[in-house]
Structures are given as C-alpha cells and as structure tokens.
C-alpha cells in the first residue's frame, strides 16, 4: 500500500491550498481516508475524513475553513484549505484505513505546509 501525499508547499496567511494523497494498493471504494497534521512537540491531529458512503468529518474549529473531498475514479482525496493561519502551520498526512472485513491503516509519508504572517 501506498499513499502520496503532494500539494504543500510555502503560502501567506489568508491563502489557500488543496492537498491530495492518491492511494494505490486499497479497494479505495472500501477504504476511510483522513487528513491529520502534526507539529513540532505535538501529536498528530484529526483534521477531516471521509467514507466511502460520503459521511465527512471535520472538527469544529476547522469547519469553516477546510474541506474534505475524495475521486473515487482517481483513488485520491482531496484537503483543501481557505483563510490559513500560521498556526496551521504543520506536516499533513493521509491515512487510510481499509476494513476488509478486519481493518488495516496505512500513512502517507506527509506534506509540509507553511502559513507565513
């Protein structure tokens, strides 16, 4: 399995970016895909996820700003990103968990994303 993450990259406060990680190895029809991002000293967090029935999550404090959209045809999930903030500042990564019945996560090896002030 493996998951490619691209899209990073340096961009001002108030930019935007799309993340995308496309999967190869998964029945990407069967398989939960996540972004979480990390920072320096801290623990990687939950930043959205979606299923394959189109059940999204995202948390609260980043609802407004962040999207979560997957091409089933293309085996990619998209993050994008609107109004970033420095503290959004972080490596993203993709995760993917495949239940075939049992279940299975793999990471993506991460893309670095810098909000400049």
């Known amino acids: 399995v493996q998951l490619q993450a691209s899209g990073g990259g340096l961009v001002q406060a108030g930019g935007s970016l799309r993340l995308s990680c496309t999967a190869s190895?998964?029945?990407?029809?069967?398989?939960?895909m996540h972004w979480y991002r990390q920072t320096t000293g801290r623990e990687r967090e939950m930043v959205a996820s979606?299923?394959?029935?189109?059940?999204?999550i995202i948390p609260d404090s980043m609802k407004d700003r962040f999207t979560i959209s997957r091409d089933d045809a293309k085996n990619t999930v998209y993050l994008g990103m609107n109004n970033l903030k420095p503290e959004d500042t972080a490596v993203y990564y993709c995760?993917?968990?495949?239940?075939?019945?049992?279940?299975?996560?793999?990471w993506g090896q991460g893309t670095l994303v810098t909000v400049s002030s």
């Open positions: 190895g998964v029945i990407f029809g069967r398989t939960d």
């Open positions: 979606a299923t394959p029935a189109g059940r999204i």
């Open positions: 995760r993917a968990i495949q239940c075939t019945p049992l279940c299975n996560a793999y």
